[in-house]
Structures are given as C-alpha cells and as structure tokens.
C-alpha cells in the first residue's frame, strides 16, 4: 500500500485512509495562500497515498481563454495541456460542475486519451470560496473500476476543504 509523507504509516481501510490524508494536507496547507503551491501539494499527496492512482492532478481554467482548461500542477506521466469545456470527462465536469465517475474511460463519449494505459477516471470540480470554477481535480488509474463512492466523497471534501474553505 502507498505510503504519504514523512513517514506517517495510513490506514489501510479507504474511508479512514481519506480522512487521515484530508488532515495531513489541512496541517501542511495551513496559512499558505497561494493557489498553485496548495495544488501542487495537494496532488502530490494524494498521489503518494492511494496504490490505484496512476496520474494525479489538476487541470486549471484558463482565464485568458473562454471555457479553457490548461494542465496546472500534478504527479505521473505527461498530461494533456489544453482540454476544452464539455471535451472528455475532464471537459465534461468543467462544463456540468459535478463529479464525473468512469468505471471504462474507453468507453466514454469523445475520452481523450493523454496516456492509453488509463483504464477508469474520476474528476472532480474545484471552487473556490465564492462558488466560481478554478480548476478540475483529475485521477486516472490503469485498473477498471478503481473509483468509487468513498473515493467521490473524499476527494470532494478535500478539495472542497483547501480551495472553498
């Protein structure tokens, strides 16, 4: 099972798992307000904590390009660098603001294929504390089926945590 950060052995079950990396991540984030490093960190974290992700990080909107994605900070092989709202499942939960959970990313209408050995994906919507979009959360695993409600919920309280917060 991956292991986080200086040393801190993580739970083994999910949900407690989550829980122990969402702390973790508050301590260390705790008065950095910058965006980019809160990203860089929270991918970075999360990365190292869960053995099925495979690409962990963040697609941010652009603000000098209309309904614009631009690859922002993460951790795997090389990412997409544009990805247009309503395009794929990272453009799709830009476009919807909600959760988009693959269980086959093979078979999901308009997949953009950034490294074919992703199999599932979950991306998540990130706001910032006045409810407007600045990015989405994007974690792909090479395994089928390797997102699930606990992994929903703890991703979304997490970033909920560091950029709504």
Not at 47 to 71: C, I, K, N, P, Q
């Amino acid at each position: 099972m991956a292991e986080a950060f200086n040393e801190t052995v993580l739970p083994a079950e999910k949900v407690q798992r989550y829980a122990a990396v969402a702390e973790e991540i508050a301590a260390v984030l705790e008065g950095e307000p910058n965006v980019t490093a809160r990203m860089a960190t929270v991918a970075s974290m999360l990365a190292a904590s869960f053995d099925h992700y495979f690409w962990t990080g963040f697609y941010v909107v652009d603000a000098e390009r209309d309904r614009e994605l631009v690859v922002g900070p993460y951790q795997g092989t090389l990412g997409c660098l544009r990805i247009a709202f309503g395009r794929g499942v990272c453009g799709t939960a830009a476009a919807t603001r909600e959760t988009q959970v693959v269980e086959d990313v093979h078979a999901f209408p308009g997949h953009i294929a950034c490294d074919s050995r992703s199999a599932s994906e979950i991306v998540v919507p990130v706001v910032d504390g006045s409810g407007e979009l600045i990015a989405v959360f994007d974690v792909d695993s090479e395994r089928r089926a390797a997102f699930d409600r606990i992994d929903r919920e703890g991703l979304e309280r997490i970033l909920a945590q560091t950029f709504a917060g």
